[in-house]
């Protein structure tokens, strides 16, 4: 039984104290950006399922080192940042293709409707999100935390161990390259219907 009503704190509190369903409770709140940031990072839906996976076990060993100075969400990103870079290392050297600049892009299932409003909507998700998936992991993971999940400057700098103005220098950066990938795909999408 899901105890939404309980904040994270008092969800961490009670795992702390053995209630397996708190913990459980507190990865159903966050596994969807937990996969989202981890898709951006590997390009793919398996080793993201993977590092999704490891960085809910890794937070649950180290549950009792949360010190409540940030967000929970904040402390359990900075997990999904340093295991999904873990991942992408031992994944550079398990390979040895030079096809790293190859771009994965995952169709989104959409189901059909005849809202025009709706339909716009997910068709400006769906080229948005083709234009983060083709961003670099470091460009995609700073818009991903900054949009959707509404972390600070403060936050992000936090979750990846970096200076804030850093973080906003990145993230001016970032937008740049993300308009650049929107304008460039649009611009090929304009060209197919012509």
């Given amino acids: 039984m899901m105890q939404s009503k ?22 159903r709140l966050h596994q969807r950006f937990v996969f989202t940031l981890a898709m951006r ?3 793919s839906r398996e080793d993201a399922e993977e590092v999704a996976q490891d960085c809910f076990v890794k937070a649950f060993r180290s549950l ?10 904040t402390w359990l990103y900075s997990i999904v940042y340093t295991t999904a870079m873990t991942s992408l290392r ?3 050297l398990d390979t040895s293709s030079i096809d790293d600049e190859e771009t994965y892009i995952q169709i989104e299932n959409v189901s059909s409707g005849y809202d025009t409003d709706n339909i716009e909507n997910k068709s400006r ?23 959707k999940g509404e972390q600070s400057l403060e936050e992000i700098a936090q979750a990846l161990g970096i200076e804030a103005n850093s973080v906003k220098v990145k993230l001016f950066r970032a937008r740049q ?6 304008e460039h795909n649009l611009k090929n999408e304009v060209k197919e219907l012509i």
């Fill in 125 to 147: 998700s769906f080229y948005l999100n083709q234009a983060i998936e083709q961003l670099t992991p470091d460009d995609a993971t700073i818009i991903t935390l900054f949009y």
């Fill in 64 to 73: 009792e080192s949360f010190k409540q100075e940030s967000k929970f969400s």
């Fill in 41 to 43: 990072f590997t390009k």
């Fill in 90 to 92: 031992k994944k550079r």
């Fill in 177 to 182: 390259r993300l308009k650049e990938r929107l």
């Fill in 6 to 27: 309980l904040s994270d704190i008092e969800l961490i509190k009670l795992s702390l104290k053995g209630n397996q369903s708190a913990y459980a409770d507190l990865v």
